[in-house]
């Protein structure tokens, strides 16, 4: 009945996946790769491979489809590998996944779908996969979320400060796609101690301007800038880049008003300010908060699983001969 479900190229596509063995010859199973002692084989490789290669085949372009699959294969190998590092701890830990467990998992994700358990079973048997396939892929996917709260969970700890950075990261992202119009103040920064005292003059300035002087008087009294000084300054509306590579980054974390801090570059000392920008589509913070937590704690638990991973590969011989 599941063969009706394939087209004729991928169903033969499939077939020429199992190893041509001869009436009467021995089955030599190739290694595809070692961990520990437990070799992964050519044929599990293959199996597992069948929901990716009909996606592959039916959604992507032909000229595209060789590299497509050589990258699929490299990537699920790697899988497979930690998946087997995950299984080698678990059962040192007696961590296991019961037949129940599988079944409420199953139940669970048919019900967030809003199907049944008969649709979700079809739909993984239209990706090439049997019953029992898919629920050896649901029982892996528990073994690992269960050893992610015993390793794992514990160590990813966001913070206040986390949580602005990322933030910030967004604002800079959208930055950088719009205008933005500010001041400049430059000094000529020589060396020694002539250098030393334009630095000490660089924060005198800019103490100033964050206590209320005029950036524009004071740009006109020392900026060494003669494009600007006569215009206290102002650089008009211009693109998020062009002022040099460490100007810029600074730049685009600086919110409407702020005023850097000095930027030193090419013997010059630049400190810059805001005086507005384009309006920005991301939510003020308060409001996007939990949201943005959840972000960090996302991209930090990705962060430590690696960790994690590399752990786990201490000590453990692997050998991937793809």
């Keep these: 009945m599941r063969r009706r479900l394939l087209s004729l190229p991928i169903a033969l596509l499939l077939a020429g996946l199992a190893l041509a063995t001869p009436v009467g010859a021995t089955v030599v199973e190739k290694v595809v790769a070692i961990v520990g002692d437990q070799p992964i084989l050519l044929s599990e490789l293959n199996e597992r491979a069948r929901p990716y290669l009909i996606k592959i085949y039916s959604g992507v372009p032909k000229m595209q489809q060789d590299v497509a699959i050589a990258e699929m294969r490299v990537e699920l190998i790697k899988k497979m590998v930690e998946e087997r ?36 079973m079809a739909e993984s048997a239209r990706l090439g996969m049997t019953e029992a396939d898919y629920r050896d892929e649901v029982r ?47 000094l000529k920064l020589p060396d ?7 630095r000490e003059l660089a924060d005198s300035i ?22 600007t000084r006569d215009k206290g300054g102002d650089l008009g509306w211009r693109a998020a880049t062009g002022l040099g590579k460490p ?43 939990d949201a ?7 991209e930090l638990m990705q962060k430590q699983i690696k960790l994690w991973l590399d752990e786990l590969k201490q000590g453990v011989y692997i050998k991937v001969q793809l």
């Design 85 to 120: 590092l995950v299984a080698i701890s678990a059962d040192k830990l007696s961590v296991t996944v019961t037949t129940k467990e599988v079944d409420d998992a199953i139940k669970l994700k048919a019900a967030d779908e809003r199907k049944s358990t008969a649709e979700v």
């Design 140 to 186: 892996r996917e528990l073994l690992f979320g269960k050893m992610l709260e015993t390793r794992v969970r514990g160590r990813v700890r966001p913070s206040e400060d986390d949580a602005r950075e990322y933030y910030q990261r967004l604002q800079v992202q959208e930055r950088r796609m719009q205008q933005w119009h500010g001041a400049i103040l430059t």
């Design 192 to 198: 020694g101690p002539d250098g030393e005292r334009v």
């Design 292 to 298: 943005v937590w959840g972000r960090v704690r996302d």
């Design 206 to 227: 800019i103490k100033q301007a964050r206590n209320g002087v005029d950036f524009a008087f004071l740009a006109r009294k020392y900026s060494a800038d003669a494009a």
């Design 247 to 289: 100007l810029d980054e600074a730049i685009l974390r600086l919110d409407r008003g702020e005023i850097s801090e000095p930027l030193i570059a090419d013997s010059t000392i630049t400190i810059v300010k805001i005086l507005d920008r384009e309006q920005s589509q991301i939510p003020e913070y308060d409001k996007v908060r």
